[in-house]
């Protein structure tokens, strides 16, 4: 019965309180948009009108980590560049997630050279890896789902006594 | 619009607890504004006490440190700028005034020095005296010297 109708028969609903949190923040995941390299503009295309991330209520890419719960590393990420974006996600409130966008930010990608990460997990937990050189806005749409299902999963206090993950800082 | 809110609460309220017609009273009437404006107040507050409740707090010296692009926040947020720029900035102005004022002029300097005569050119050149003043000022004070 769908929200409406139900709501004109009884008059009332019933929930959890772990289940409206969960679906409050899985629908409202504010992306930190780090977009280092071409992964980036296929970022982009995921917020305009064909692709539209606002579907998933995500639309809000937030330019400062105060504001942010998911951080997309779209791109090539360098040594020099591990310790910002590393800064960025220490900055970034929790709970938080992280998508690797793109086979650089996976793995090193077709870059395996001194200068570039082999793999942004080396540093920074990350939930979905996302295939792709670059992957498509649909991939991205649905790395984004993939979290939003995590997300779902969640209790409400779930983040309270969650220890930082014990990752080295390159 | 205030019709259409309170249509809209009628719906949404009054319809579903029953209640068909509505009394004369202007005080009852305006029942269901009254529990749209509670409703208002009693959600954004609870929205914002949520997050403190069920948000976890864990603040880091890493998370509290300043926001500088990820780097490593360098100097005061007070950067003196030195007091030379206020030249740069008198140059600024009296050739940005120059330019609105005397470009449209020159353009129709011809027919308006026709119909008018004298005053036009007349009148500029008072103007023009006033800003060299201040651009004689500038240069005097060494506004061209950059280093």
Known sequence: MGLEARLKSEGFITSTVDAVVAWARENSVWPMPMGISCCAIEMMASGDPRYDIARFGSE??????RQCDLMIVAGTVTYKMAHVVRKIYDQMPDPKWVIAMGACTSSGGMYRSYNVVQ???????VDIYLAGCPPRPDNLLNALMQIQNK?????????????LPDLTVL | ????????????????????????SM???YIPVFLVLGFAVFFAVAVALSSGIFGPQRPTTEKLSTYESGMKPVGTTRERISVKYYLVAMFFIIFDLEVIFIYPWAVEFKRLFGEIGSPVFISMLIFLIVLELGYLYAYRKGGFKWD
């Open chain 1, 119 to 125: 793999g942004i997990d080396q540093f920074l937990p």
């Open chain 1, 60 to 65: 809000v890419m937030r330019f400062t980590p």
């Open chain 1, 151 to 163: 997300i779902g999963k969640t209790k409400a206090r779930d983040f309270q006594d969650k220890k």
């Open chain 2, 27 to 29: 005080i009852e009437q």
């Open chain 2, 1 to 24: 619009m205030t019709s259409l809110l309170f249509k809209l609460t009628k719906c949404l309220f009054l319809d579903n607890f029953g209640i068909q017609n509505l009394s004369k």
